[in-house]
């Protein structure tokens, strides 16, 4: 048996073991004990980004009402989890968890995020464990989440509105040949075709249908163009006008949607229809030319 050095260095891992015992435990699903900064944003970004995973999942598979109940679970989820690990928090630097409560004041629930916790042990318990480089990398996704979040909140409702235009504009593109029906007929005639039949077109509006437009219809030589079940849900059903007006020289002008009367010209029609009036369409939506 070989003789051993009662002065050598031990050989076991009893300074980890010591080391491991002066951390504390990490409890999510709890209000005792301390969390870090780091942690305290982490696990914060992480529950938001799982919850709109799920939802968004949720949403495609089972519909949208199964998505709204999953999100209200997962708001009082969330709503509980970040109390108990605002708690821990004001553990960390020893403070009361009554101090939790600063987190619903705008700005100064920012106070969580920066003040550090004891560097030792406090009346809350054991130092929390070193972050991992999960906890780093999760912590780091704050800053990118929330430039990629003021981009969505401009980008989203700017190129909604972009689609719903082009939607419409597919109305003005097929309205073009009623309109000139319109006009060689009251070239002929010197009169507003009273409908479809009398501009010379099939009498089924539908025909003049698109993939976003349901029907063209011309009424006492008024464009109607409705827009279908295809087009975006703020348009469908709804109408585009576009007026007729004879100027001085005889030529055919036309007043688009909420656009004003063109100057020096009169109506084809002496009916009380004015474009303006029939377009229901939000001017937001409308092209240019057809916008007040």
């Not at 089924?204 to 437009?213: E, F, K, R």
Request: aromatic share 8%; glycine share 10%; net charge negative.
């Amino acid at each position: 048996m070989q003789d051993r050095n009662p002065y050598a260095s031990p050989r076991s891992q009893v300074a980890d073991a010591a080391g491991d015992a002066d951390f504390g435990e990490i409890r999510i699903f709890s209000a005792a004990g301390r969390l870090g900064r780091l942690r305290y944003i982490g696990y914060g970004m992480g529950l938001w980004l799982v919850l709109s995973l799920v939802v968004g999942l949720v949403a495609a598979v089972a519909g949208e009402q199964a998505a709204g109940m999953l999100t209200l679970v997962g708001y009082l989820l969330i709503f509980v989890v970040s109390i108990m690990l605002t708690i821990q928090r004001s553990h960390d630097f020893d403070t009361s968890g009554w101090l939790s409560l600063l987190m619903f004041v705008p700005l100064v629930n920012l106070i969580f995020w920066f003040i550090p916790g004891t560097p030792g042990e406090n009346r809350f318990g054991k130092r929390p464990p070193p972050n991992s480089v999960g906890v780093v990398l999760l912590a780091c996704i704050l800053p990118f989440v929330f430039v990629v979040g003021i981009l969505a909140a401009i980008a989203i409702p700017a190129y909604q509105d972009y689609t719903i235009r082009a939607q419409v504009t597919e109305g003005l593109n097929l309205a073009a040949v009623a309109k000139a029906a319109v006009a060689e007929s009251f070239e002929r005639l010197d009169v507003a075709p009273a409908d479809r039949t009398e501009a010379g077109m099939s009498p089924d509006a539908g025909d003049s249908s698109g993939t976003y437009v349901d029907s063209v219809d011309i009424d006492r030589g008024m464009v109607l163009v409705t827009y279908g079940s295809a087009a975006n849900t703020v348009i469908a059903g709804k109408v585009l006008a576009l007026q007729p007006y004879v100027s001085s020289d005889k030529s055919i002008v036309w007043r688009c949607g909420e656009s004003a009367a063109p100057r020096g010209a009169v109506a084809m029609s002496d009916g009380s229809m004015t474009a303006s009036l029939v377009t229901d369409i939000d001017p937001r939506h409308l092209p240019s030319a057809c916008r007040p």
